[in-house]
């Protein structure tokens, strides 16, 4: 993937989820032994609960990249403490997805930890964790991995992607990677 498209493709995707590029940049994450890749927004709107309900119906990037990519995209949205939301996208087009609010959760506080975790193994999450091949703990941890900021104001060489991750993660170049906005 090159970087000057997927910078064309972040800026008309923000366009079209009504946001300017203008002091906005593309995260990208990658969990090397996973060969997962995380996209997301470094921008003042996607920060905080207020950034999550942003991400919640704002799914242009995903919906563009699965078009272009011909893979499945995955956007997820975890708000610790109201909900967690995973949407998929195919071929340009949304293929799936489940919202789940806590409030909404019928469990018994007599049950263990363990129950509990069963539990949320079966949630959208723990759902997706399963598909992507990860615990769902490493996929919420997943926003504090390392990363490579793509400044979508700047223009930039023509280059494959994985030449701006860092030296360790560029063994994860490989294809089969699976991708998250």
């Not at 708000?79 to 018994?108: C, H, I, K, S, W």
């Not at 723990?126 to 979508?152: F, K, N, T, W, Y």
Request: hydrophobic share 45%; glycine share 8%.
């Amino acid at each position: 993937m090159d970087v000057t498209w997927l910078q064309q493709v972040a800026r008309s995707a923000l366009e079209e989820d009504g946001q300017s590029a203008v002091d906005v940049g593309l995260q990208v994450t990658v969990l090397g032994g996973a060969g997962l890749v995380r996209f997301s927004w470094d921008a003042p709107f996607t920060y905080g609960r207020a950034g999550a309900r942003w991400y919640l119906s704002h799914h242009a990037l995903a919906r563009r990249l699965s078009e272009h990519l011909k893979t499945a995209l995955h956007v997820y949205v975890f708000d610790p403490d109201e909900l967690e939301q995973v949407m998929a996208y195919g071929n340009g087009r949304r293929v799936g997805g489940e919202l789940l609010r806590y409030v909404d959760v019928d469990f018994d506080e007599s049950d263990d930890e363990a129950a509990f975790e069963k539990l949320k193994a079966k949630w959208p999450l723990g759902h997706l964790a399963r598909v992507l091949g990860v615990a769902r703990e490493e996929l919420i941890r997943l926003p504090r991995q390392s990363m490579v900021l793509i400044d979508l104001e700047r223009p930039l060489t023509p280059q494959p992607l994985w030449k701006l991750l860092p030296e360790s993660l560029q063994g994860a170049r490989a294809s089969g990677m699976r991708l998250a906005v």
